[in-house]
T-cell receptor
Framework: GAVVSQHPSRVICKSGTSVKIECRSL??????MFWYRQFPKQSLMLMAT?????????EQGVEKDKFLINHASLTLSTLTVTSAHPEDSSFYIC????????????FGQGTRLTVV | GDSVTQMEGPVTLSEEAFLTINCTYT??????LFWYVQYPGEGLQLLLK?????DKGSNKGFEATYRKETTSFHLEKGSVQVSDSAVYFC???????????FGKGTRLSVIA
């Protein structure tokens, strides 16, 4: 299957700082990328959908000024957690699709963010 | 809106036991259906898929059949192994740039 690379896999940051998470599709063009948040032993919560070259669409309750999403190219999307607080600590997962090809989405390895 | 309901876990089985994880869906039109697996500390991996009614998806001994009449996509495996211990997610999508709709996940533990 197609490969989606997410980096970093783990990050620890201090409260008030910003953290950037990268998501790359390595062998296909990701016309659409999705960002999820997963709490321990729970399902995935969709945060936002981003299409290449346009603004992201955020789900209700997700602060767009806090979780900045950029999808500047067909192979790269970034999620920046701004002014991080301990409650932002979570497992963040990106997903990518090529809407012109197969219907399934491919997932990155996830990023464990810990804010101290 | 579209939704996916899967059996709640955790499910604990002995090695070589038969596995069934139930999944039903509600959707208009003709969605594609998927099973994803998540191992501890990792992202999701596509396990199998089916894109139309009566299709059977299979991979690594796992199978699921797209049943439109019962709106179901139950996951089965004849003989589970300890390495199958993970969380399994049932999901659907329509097409284009819409996100997948996931069930809540079922945690499977296989003991030797």
């Amino acid at each position: 299957g197609a490969v989606v690379s997410q980096h970093p896999s783990r990050v620890i940051c201090k409260s008030g700082t910003s953290v950037k998470i990268e998501c790359r599709s390595l062998d296909f063009q990701a016309t659409t990328m999705f960002w999820y948040r997963q709490f321990p032993k729970q399902s995935l919560m969709l945060m936002a959908t981003s299409n290449e070259g346009s603004k992201a669409t955020y789900e209700q309750g997700v602060e767009k000024d806090k979780f900045l999403i950029n999808h500047a190219s067909l192979t790269l999307s970034t999620l920046t957690v701004t002014s991080a607080h301990p409650e932002d600590s979570s497992f963040y997962i990106c997903s990518a699709r090529d809407q012109h090809s197969v219907p399934e989405a491919f997932f990155g390895q996830g990023t464990r963010l810990t804010v101290v | 809106g579209d939704s996916v309901t899967q059996m709640e876990g955790p499910v604990t089985l002995s090695e070589e036991a038969f596995l069934t994880i139930n999944c039903t869906y509600t959707a208009t039109g003709y969605p594609s259906l998927f099973w994803y697996v998540q191992y501890p500390g990792e992202g999701l991996q596509l396990l199998l898929k089916a894109t139309k009614a009566d299709d059977k998806g299979s991979n690594k001994g796992f199978e699921a059949t797209y049943r439109k009449e019962t709106t179901s996509f139950h996951l089965e495996k004849g003989s589970v192994q300890v390495s199958d211990s993970a969380v399994y997610f049932c999901a659907l999508t329509k097409s284009g740039n819409t996100p997948l709709v996931f069930g809540k996940g079922t945690r499977l533990s296989v003991i030797a």
